[in-house]
Structure formats: C-alpha cells, structure tokens
C-alpha cells in the first residue's frame, strides 16, 4: 500500500510516489532559524517530518532525497548578532550545533543535504534577477526588490487568501511577519532581496541593486531549485508556514521555473501550552535541555510528541511524558521478550495506520493491543521495523532521578543565598550538612543541581 498523505493544496490524501523518472523522491523541509535553542514545539514538526522521512526510507530504500535548510540570515539572527556584538556567523553556527545534538538526541535522521541561505546568495541573486527579466519584481528607492503578486494569477491557491483581501493588503497586514518584517507593505507584494539598512550592521552581499541582502522567502526557491530542481515531490513545514511563506515560495519558483514546484504539500499542526501555540514570543516554551534537567529523557519526549495526530494540535503536560516513559519501558521489556526464531507480524496494520496520514494514535493502539496479547511467536524483525518506523530507540533506558528531599532543597536555597551574599563560612557549613544528608551541592554560573552523593 503506498503512503497516503493530506496534501494542503488539493485538500485531499493523495498517494506518495516520485513522480520523475530517475525514481528519485524529492522531499524539502523547511528548516529551523537559528537564533536560539529550538523549542519543543518547533521539535513537533522537526519528529513529524522525520516520521515521513523514515516511512519514505521504507516505502523507497535508498530512493529519497531529503533537503532541510537552515535560515541563517534574518530580522531575528542579526538582532541577536548585534546583541551579543558577536559575527552573525558564530550565532548561527552555535545553534546550528545544538539544533543538530537536540535532533541526535531525539534521533531524528540528519537530511541529505542542509543548505544555509547565507551558503547560497548568488542562487538567490539569480533567481531574483530572472524574476526582475520576466516582469514579476520591481526595485524600490531604498534599493530593494520586491515580488509583484499581481504578475501572478495562481497566488493564493495554497492558502485560498481571498482576492478581496490581497488587493486591500489585509491578509498581509493582519498576520505577523514571523520571519523578516517587510519595509514596504504595500498590498501584498514581498520582499525578494532588502537594500543595505544601518541595523543589517555589516551582513549585507553585493548585488545588481546595490548592497543588501535576501528576503526570507527566496531562500527557499533557490535552495530547493539548487539541490532538488524545478520541481519537487513533497514539500513540508509547520501549518504556519503555509502562509505567506509557501504561498510566496510558490509565486516565486512558478513565475521563474515555468512548471510545478510541489505536487505536495504537507503541513502539521502546532505543539500548544494551555491552550496557546508553543512560541519564543509569548514565552511559554519548553527546550529538551530544560527536560532534560527535569529528569526527562528525549525518548520519552519523542514519544509524546507522536501521541498525538499529526495534524492536530497538541497540548503539551508534563504529565504526557511521565506516560510515555511508562509505555517505552512496555515496549522495552517486550522487546526483551522476543524470541528469535518468531515469525508472527502482528505491527502490520500499525504500520499501514502510520502510511495513512501518519496515523500516528492508530498505530499506537495497535501496538500496544499486540503488546497485551503477549510476545509468544512474535518476529524481532517486524517489531524492528516499525520501532524505526516511529524512531524509537530503546536500547538505552533512562535512569530514574532520584527525588530531591525538601529538607535537601531548603537548605541548598539558603546556601545558594548565603553564597550571593559572599558568606563563605556559612556556605560551607551548609555544604557540610547537605552532605551529611547524603547529597552534592553542584554550583554554576548561574544556578545549582543537587546529585546524590557518590558512594
Ligand atoms: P522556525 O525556527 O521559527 O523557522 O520554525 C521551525 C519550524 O517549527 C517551522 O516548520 C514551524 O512551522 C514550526 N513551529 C513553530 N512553532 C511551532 C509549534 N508551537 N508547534 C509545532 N511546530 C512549530
Ligand atoms: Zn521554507
């Protein structure tokens, strides 16, 4: 059964399948902005789309190619650039890093490729100035470039935003621009590549109008055309991509290619907190570090992450996590269980849930169903597969943290305070008596951990 999957565009499932004849499956998916650490929420859809890129793996063995990008020059990585007055390259290649250990982590596989916009200015300069040639963008006097929406009648299909509010520039007007806040809001024409400004600092490249640098949008087009060409098979993102930023980057590759630039498109659904999108701006998020130091472990994260339909939103709790800690330890004292010589291949139809739609709670329910039935005959393999399906890696379960006692955290405050108040005796003291309770006070910069006392 081939992979059926929503696509955003038609509003339908349709089937996965390359559509050139190389047989290659060409799969972009919009990448992280790195400014900062990502949040759980931007993880949701970075492990959703590892779930499709592992099901294509599947459904077509060394035939996919998967592109992620990485946008590396923005509104947001220059302002943290110049707030930290450090070179806009040592931000990015910071949390390009750790973006990378957190996906390790919660064992997302790495792209085939991982293009940076900064890695790719001239393909966007020439992308923009075929644009320019074809009459689809026009220069303004403060040496920018902007898309002209009116040049191209099929704006709007992904998002189906209204002719009435293009032409008043409200859809634009109305909705926060995530990425890079356009200059010029005139209608709903975008910006391709943005005129030198004094806040740009010293990130700017040379270009036929003058100094400057790319828009958010047209790293996108470049990047895809550049490492996947014209067209591609599916193209993914968060639902909020879908608009402007897939709407532009249609309008974009279309008016400069001349053919289809997706013949998917799929997009999931937001991680919330109480009932509000996860995001850096309303500051209700979650990092795995600050799971991680609660004792979390990413696997368990991961697995809550897939608990819930992909194209639905998820609230995220604290509880969900201590669930899923519950379910791997299931699934790893099944695992133990096997025998080898077992045949039976009872996650059949949990895999054939994953392949429609990324049925992800289906598929749960028939596993665990298998996993009460007992591991009597059972195949390792069949249970292999569809643990690589979901990427869940049991070999390695996490130790329980230990519960810090009241008394323990009460006195390692008062250390921490006297400590602040550079009372060095009083400290020590207090270091003495959390350790004769049995527990290490560790100090940092900016905080303290408490680990049980080596033996
Ligand atoms: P950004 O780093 O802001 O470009 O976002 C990276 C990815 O995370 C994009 O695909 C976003 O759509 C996605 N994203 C952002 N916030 C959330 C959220 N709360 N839940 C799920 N995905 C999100
Ligand atoms: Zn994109």
């Known amino acids: 059964m081939p992979i059926q999957l929503h ?4 509003r339908t499932s349709r089937p996965l399948a390359p559509a050139q004849a190389d047989g290659i499956y060409r799969f972009y998916n919009c990448g992280p902005t790195v400014y900062a650490a990502a949040h759980i929420g931007n993880f949701r859809t ?17 035939k ?32 390009t890093d750790k973006f ?12 085939h490729v991982e293009p940076s916009a900064t890695g790719h200015i001239p393909e966007q300069i020439d992308m923009i100035a075929a644009l320019e040639k074809r009459g689809h963008a026009y220069r303004t006097d403060d040496g920018s470039v902007y898309f002209k929406v009116s040049s191209f009648p099929g704006y709007g299909a992904l998002s189906r935003v209204k002719e009435r509010e293009l032409r008043v520039g409200s859809a634009l007007a109305g909705k926060p621009q995530t990425h890079d806040a356009d200059e010029k809001e005139d209608g709903s024409d975008f910006a391709l590549w943005k005129g030198h400004k004094p ?5 700017f490249w040379p ?5 400057g640098r790319p828009g958010w949008h047209i790293e996108c087009s470049a990047m895809s055309k550049k490492h996947l060409g014209d067209t591609i098979d599916l193209h993914t993102g968060g639902v909020d991509l879908l608009f402007p930023h897939h709407e532009n980057e249609i309008a974009q590759s279309q008016c400069c290619n001349g053919t289809t630039f997706a013949h998917h498109w799929y997009h999931s659904e937001h991680l919330l907190v109480d009932g509000k999108k ?7 998020l979650y990092t795995l570090d600050q799971l991680k130091e609660m004792g979390h472990s990413p696997a368990a994260l991961r697995y809550a992450l897939l608990a819930g339909h992909p194209r639905k939103q998820l609230n995220f709790t604290l509880d969900s996590l201590h669930a899923a800690e519950k379910a791997l330890a299931q699934l790893r004292t099944f695992r133990a269980a096997l025998q080898p010589g077992g045949t039976a291949d009872p996650f059949a139809p949990a895999l054939a849930a994953l392949q429609d739609d990324l049925n992800t709670p289906n598929a749960l329910g028939i596993i665990f169903t298998a996993l009460h039935a007992g591991p009597a005959n059972v195949s390792p393999a069949a249970f292999d597969r569809i643990l690589f399906a979901l990427g869940l890696d049991l070999s390695e379960p996490v130790a329980p943290k230990a519960d810090v006692p009241a008394e323990v955290t009460a ?16 400290a020590d003291r207090l270091r003495g008596a959390i350790a004769a309770l049995g527990w290490t006070m560790l100090d940092r910069k900016d905080g303290y951990s408490l680990e049980p006392a080596k033996k």
């Open 7 to 10: 696509d955003s565009l038609s």
């Open 46 to 62: 970075f492990v959703v789309n590892d779930l499709l890129r592992r099901l294509l793996d599947l459904e077509f063995p060394g």
């Open 64 to 95: 996919v190619k998967h592109v992620r990008n990485l946008t590396d020059v923005d509104d947001k990585t220059i302002r943290r650039s110049r707030e930290e007055g450090r070179p806009l390259a040592a931000v990015t290649k910071e949390w």
């Open 100 to 111: 990378h250990a957190d996906c390790a982590a919660l064992n997302c596989l790495p792209p």
């Open 199 to 203: 806040d740009d600092g010293d990130n």
């Open 207 to 211: 270009s036929p109008w003058g100094q």
């Open 278 to 284: 996860m995001s850096k701006s309303l500051g209700n």
């Open 411 to 426: 006195l390692a405050e008062q250390r921490w305070a006297v400590k602040a108040a550079k009372n060095w005796a009083e």
